[in-house]
């Protein structure tokens, strides 16, 4: 259902739902393998990709209009697999300042350790922010509503001021969801 003109409340019910082929139950079933038939198709369980992590993503893809998702089992995992992925040794990663605890903890005492740069700054004072950003910076990360203020961080703005700031195409934005799990 991704692209799908059905209302949210239509996809928030059939998006990514495959029902249950065997008995004809309207319901994804829950389907708790770890292994799976490899003759088919190559479904190991850490690459995302069994039936009840598919169905979900899906549902949380086409309810979100997004294109693609991976599910975590925690907000740090989805955090840090995101940011490694996007990041090396020598980058910068500019935060927001108002940030959960653990992204917090995870930017001073681990991403550092990889030799990651980082600075936290007040996202509602653009022009400080946007004077945050280095050549090297290659993640923005945003909070909205943050974690444990709640400050509502103007998305439209931040993405605007990438084009202003004639951004690297490979610079990449992170917007985590304080308050939805999901992340
Ligand atoms: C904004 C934000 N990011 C990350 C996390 C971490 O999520 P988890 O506890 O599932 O690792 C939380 C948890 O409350 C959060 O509020």
Redesign the pocket.
Known sequence: MKNSKASKLTQSVHAGSIGDPLFGGVVTPIYPSAAYDYETEVRYPRYYNTPNQKAAVEKLVALENGEDGLMFS????A?MTSLFAMVKSGDHILFQHDL?G??HHAALHELERYGIEHAMVDVSDLKTFEKAIRKNTKVIYV?TP??PLLKITDLAAVADCKKSWNCHHHRQYVC????S?S?
């Open positions: 925690s907000g740090m995992a955090i959960y653990g992204t909070e943050s974690n985590q969801s304080g308050k799990k992340n």
